[in-house]
């Protein structure tokens, strides 16, 4: 079956970093669009950034300039670096990953989900 696990959150001050991984199991890491959601409490999950199957990243114009996300197909992982923080950044951050192509910043598109790592921002 497929496992998507998230790791690297945690508690860190505004202006901080983190990296975030995402390990993947049980399907084809290479064919799969993955991206990075998150929710903060009382909102909605949010899209953040992705990679595409074939190579190249986007992000959500709110991150864009501070994270930056990459893959390594060699060890089925997807990151999520993570600098100059805010304390708007917290949330419980979630790896996502699907196959098709469209409405890449919707939720309710991707096939499946990791179980969220929480990234508290203090400021």
């Known amino acids: 079956q497929v496992q998507l696990v998230e790791s690297g959150g945690g508690l860190v001050q505004a202006g901080g970093s983190l990296t975030l991984s995402c390990a993947a199991s049980?399907?084809?890491?290479?064919?799969?669009?993955m991206s990075w959601f998150r929710q903060a409490p009382g909102k909605e999950r949010e899209f953040v950034a992705i990679n595409w199957s074939g190579g190249g990243t986007d992000s959500a114009d709110s991150v864009k300039g501070r994270f930056t996300t990459s893959r390594d197909n060699a060890q089925n992982t997807v990151y999520l670096q993570m600098n100059s923080l805010k304390p708007e950044d917290t949330a419980v951050y979630y790896c996502?990953?699907?196959?098709?192509?469209?409405?890449?910043?919707?939720?309710?598109?991707?096939?499946?989900w990791g179980q969220g790592t929480q990234v508290t921002v203090s400021s």
């Open positions: 049980g399907l084809t890491f290479s064919s799969y669009i």
């Open positions: 996502a990953a699907k196959r098709r192509g469209y409405a890449i910043s919707r939720a309710d598109t991707y096939d499946y």
